[in-house]
């Protein structure tokens, strides 16, 4: 089973609706960070949480929201989609070394 | 400003060809550094990784990368490559001073032709 999984993998949608992306992990990471991913601009940091208590922005926060749940779930939300959000956008884990990140599948966001 | 850099945005190679990648930042103060390869459809995985020791570090899949601290570059090299290693790769840095957010640079497309 996967140790990191995202949900949607793919979503469609139109201008100004809300979404949401879900990230769930069973690594028992307490650091979860969202991502996005356009062609030719690599990936760049959204929102990153250290603790269920801890929330913090990234570098491209404007137009998204979080939430964690839990220490294993960490959603993404854009509250009314705009077609420049359109992007492939992944959730990853951390322990407090980080060594390493561990990346999720990536869910495909198109905003019409 | 902190930043990274890859140099090359898209290589083409045939197969058996060597492969160096370069990957230069700009951070003050000690450093971690990654490269992270994506497969088409799958998502990133760590390639290797330096934090400190050796400055020449060995991954998966017979890759390694040198840290040259004089010049804020740690390059990604394959002596040989395969047509399997057709994939995305990233060079990341995680500076002291940066909090603890990692910095990507914006990847460099390798195609290796059989």
């Known amino acids: 089973d996967a140790d990191v999984t995202q949900t949607p993998r793919n979503r469609i949608t139109k201008t100004g609706k809300r979404i949401m992306l879900e990230c769930s992990q069973t690594k028992g990471h307490d650091r979860m960070y969202w991502y996005r991913q356009d062609p030719g601009l690599g990936l760049r940091l959204i929102y990153y949480?250290?603790?269920?208590?801890?929330?913090n922005k990234g570098e491209i926060s404007d137009g998204y929201s979080v939430s964690r749940q839990a220490q294993a779930k960490f959603s993404l939300s854009l509250e009314s989609a705009i077609p420049n959000q359109t992007a492939l956008y992944f959730c990853?884990?951390?322990?407090?070394?980080?060594?390493?990140?561990?990346f999720g599948p990536g869910t495909r966001l198109t905003v019409l | 400003a902190q930043s990274v850099s890859q140099h090359n945005h898209h290589v083409i190679l045939s197969e058996a060809a060597s492969l160096e990648l370069g990957c230069n930042y700009s951070?003050?103060?000690?450093?971690?550094l990654f490269w992270y390869v994506q497969y088409p459809g799958q998502h990133l995985q760590l390639l290797l990784k330096?934090?400190?020791?050796?400055?020449l570090v060995k991954g998966i899949k017979g890759f390694e990368a040198e840290f040259i601290k004089s010049k804020f570059s740690f390059n990604l090299r394959k002596p040989s490559v395969q047509w399997s290693d057709t994939a995305e790769y990233f060079c990341a840095v995680k500076g002291s001073n940066s909090g603890y957010a990692l910095n990507f640079g914006k990847g460099t497309s390798l195609l290796v032709t059989p």
């Open positions: 951070y003050g103060g000690t450093v971690n």
């Open positions: 330096y934090f400190s020791g050796d400055p």
């Open positions: 949480s250290f603790d269920v208590k801890d929330i």
């Open positions: 990853a884990t951390s322990d407090p070394t980080e060594q390493e990140q561990f």
